[in-house]
Structure formats: C-alpha cells, structure tokens
C-alpha cells in the first residue's frame, strides 16, 4: 500500500514564474492537507481538501496561492509569481477522515522542496 | 502563532541514555500526536494520545498528557543514533477537523 506521494521532490524556479506541486493520497484517503515548513521551523497548515471541495483554506495566502483536489487525479498546489519568499518545504498529508474524534493520525509525504532563484 | 512550543529545542544525549522531550498548548484540544522528521524527509507518525487519556506506550516510546498543564512530553527510552532526527508535537486544536497545529520541535541527537 503506497504512501503519500509527492512531486517533484525538488523544485527550482525562478522569480515571476509558477509553480504547481502534487500530491497524490494514500489509497483510501479522501482528506488532504497541505503545510508549509520553513528552516528550523514546525509545520505551518495551509489548506484542506475533500474531493472537489476546499474545506478550510485559513493557512493560504489570498493572493498567488490556490489549491485543488479534483475527482480524478493528484491534489495540486498552486503558487504563482513566485517570490524568493515562496522557497520552502512544502508536504501533503491525507487521512481518511477529517473528524478529530476518529483519532486517525495523518501520513505525510516527503515533500517537495521548493528554491525560488 | 504558534499553538505548540517544544522543549529543549536542541538536545544531545549518548546511545542507551533516555530522552524527553516536553510539548506545551494554547487550546482544547481532542488529541495530540508524535512525529519524527529526519533531515529531508516527511513526517512519520509516532503515537496518539486522546484527551481522556494520561499515558499511553509504543514500544520504546512513552508519552503523557496533562490536560489541566496544557503539556505532554515524549520519553524514548534506550535511545539510539537512528533515533537522530527532529521530533514535533501536534495537535488538532479543536478546530472541529483534523487541522494539525505543529509545535516547533525538538532536534534530537543521539551519539554512539
């Protein structure tokens, strides 16, 4: 049974360009969750996704960012007009719910690594 | 800001020594979790442990919780150096779904 996974591993782009990370869920998994993590630093969450749906979408910056999580397919984050502000790791988690009364741990990919030049 | 403060934030320690590392939170919460983080990889789940309970065990893992501190701490026992990584907090902060709140973890290093 795959894990999360995530690509690229590794992302380099520079300024003013876009940059579109994937993550497709473990199998099973409806719920996904996009963090951010910089340097030395815990986890930050960004966004979570059902199917289709953009459930909780606080953690995302108004402007550049976007993310989705179509029918079919991997969930994309989305960022445009990359600034050197952007670079970070980025990591994707699914469960196979979003109720915290499960007591279900989220699994998390590898994460892609993203460098703005 | 940051729901979950993790302490010691660095922590050096010798093969067969113990290790604990403590977490602290802001708000109700329906668990917290235990990750580890080694250099350049993703999270990998270590244990849950729900607000009703006090101790709970995974092998050479130990973790409390004390919901009238707001804390819980992670004890490996028998530590070694594949033990070597970053170790965060987590929790769901009550938000109603399971968004994760990190703490700012602990770099653990463990010598042989």
């Known amino acids: 049974n795959a894990g999360v996974m995530q690509n690229p591993r590794h992302l380099v782009r520079r300024r003013g360009q876009e940059a579109r990370l994937r993550c497709s869920p473990m199998?099973?998994?409806?719920?996904v969750y996009w963090y951010r993590q910089l340097p030395e630093e815990g986890l930050k969450f960004m966004v979570y996704?059902?199917?289709?749906?953009?459930?909780?979408e606080s953690g995302m910056p108004k402007e550049r960012f976007s993310a989705e999580f179509p029918k079919e397919g991997p969930s994309i984050l989305r960022i445009q007009q990359v600034v050197r502000g952007d670079s970070a790791a980025y990591f994707c988690?699914?469960?196979?719910?979003?109720?915290?009364?499960?007591?279900?741990?989220?699994?998390f990919g590898d994460g892609t690594r993203l460098s703005i030049l | 800001s940051q729901q979950g403060e993790e302490d010691p934030q660095a922590l050096s320690i010798q093969e067969g020594e113990n290790a604990t590392m403590n977490c602290s939170y802001k708000?109700?919460?329906?668990?917290l979790q235990w990750y580890r983080q080694n250099s350049g990889r993703g999270l990998v789940h270590l244990i849950l442990?729900?607000?009703?309970?006090r101790e709970k065990h995974s092998g050479r893992l130990r973790v409390t919780l004390d919901t009238s501190k707001k804390s819980s701490s992670l004890l490996i026992t028998a530590s070694r150096a594949a033990d070597t990584a970053s170790y965060f907090c987590?929790?769901?902060?009550?938000?109603?779904?399971?968004?994760?709140?990190f703490g700012t973890g602990t770099r653990l290093l463990v010598s042989p």
């Open positions: 988690a699914s469960s196979p719910t979003g109720d915290p009364l499960s007591n279900q741990p989220q699994h």
């Open positions: 199998k099973g998994h409806s719920h």
């Open positions: 987590a929790t769901d902060a009550n938000t109603g779904f399971q968004k994760l709140v």
């Open positions: 442990i729900r607000s009703n309970e």
């Open positions: 996704l059902q199917k289709e749906n953009i459930i909780d």
């Open positions: 708000t109700s919460i329906n668990n």
